[in-house]
């Protein structure tokens, strides 16, 4: 049986256990920050294909330094509205904000 | 059944779909300064009139577009995507924008039905 009401919220735990393992504890360093949103994606799509579901996945991070400037996302999809779905993760801590982005698709 | 490009054009073609970005990108936040009470509807703009022209397109694939705006201020901002898919039918494609107050990052994703 599900353990989750629906996928996404599946995806979301997958998600935020995957942020909190690669950058947790960090604080936002310029140098590494490419490293880190590249584990974070790498990290995501692991986890989230070992659940072993029907669905191509599409996974996006975002990581900002805060500093007070302003940052808005949007998404617009065209797919399968009875199969298809997303889910939005958004993590923070002292130095930095991070948004992750996954987007399932049926195969 | 509906009707799609037959043949060659199954597969997204990156460089068109660039270039439609960012003339929707320019159309909608061309000639502005960055503005927090305008930056929701413009991110919805893009992102909506994106869509709309890829989909005219008439090819048989869903499509995800994904538009950050960002204020210039110093702040740090790195972006990334990993995707598990198709490599022989789907495809996906950045365009970084920007002008003097902001920065415009738009990734649109297309999968193969």
Redesign the interface.
């Given at each position: 049986m599900d353990d989750y009401q629906t996928e996404e919220e599946e995806s979301a735990f997958v998600v935020e256990e995957s942020v909190e393992a690669t950058i947790g504890r960090n604080t936002y360093q310029h140098n590494r920050v490419n490293q880190w949103s590249t584990s974070v994606v790498e990290q995501c799509l692991g986890q989230l294909g070992k659940l072993g579901k029907p669905f191509k996945y599409i996974v996006n991070c975002i990581i900002m330094q805060k500093n007070g400037a302003g940052l808005q996302t949007a998404s617009a999809c065209f797919w399968d509205n009875s199969t298809d779905g997303s889910c939005a993760v958004r993590w923070e801590n002292k130095s930095m904000y991070c948004i992750v982005n996954v987007f399932g698709l049926a195969i | 059944m509906e009707e799609y490009n037959s043949g060659d054009e199954v597969v997204f073609n990156a460089d068109e779909a660039s270039v439609l970005v960012k003339e929707c990108i320019e159309g909608v936040i061309g000639g502005t300064d960055?503005n927090?009470s305008k930056?929701?509807q413009?991110?919805?703009s893009?992102?909506?009139h994106?869509?709309a022209h890829?989909?005219k397109q008439g090819r048989p694939l869903?499509?995800?577009?994904?538009?950050?705006?960002?204020?210039?201020?110093?702040?740090?901002?790195?972006?990334?995507?990993?995707?598990?898919?198709?490599t022989a039918t789907?495809g996906?494609c950045t365009v970084r924008w920007e002008n003097r107050t902001m920065y415009c990052v738009v990734?649109v994703?297309a999968?193969a039905l």
């Open positions: - | 960055y927090q930056v929701n413009w991110t919805a893009v992102v909506e994106s869509l890829l989909v869903k499509y995800i577009v994904n538009c950050t705006i960002m204020q210039k201020s110093g702040a740090g901002l790195h972006t990334a995507n990993s995707c598990y898919w198709d789907d996906s990734s994703f999968v």
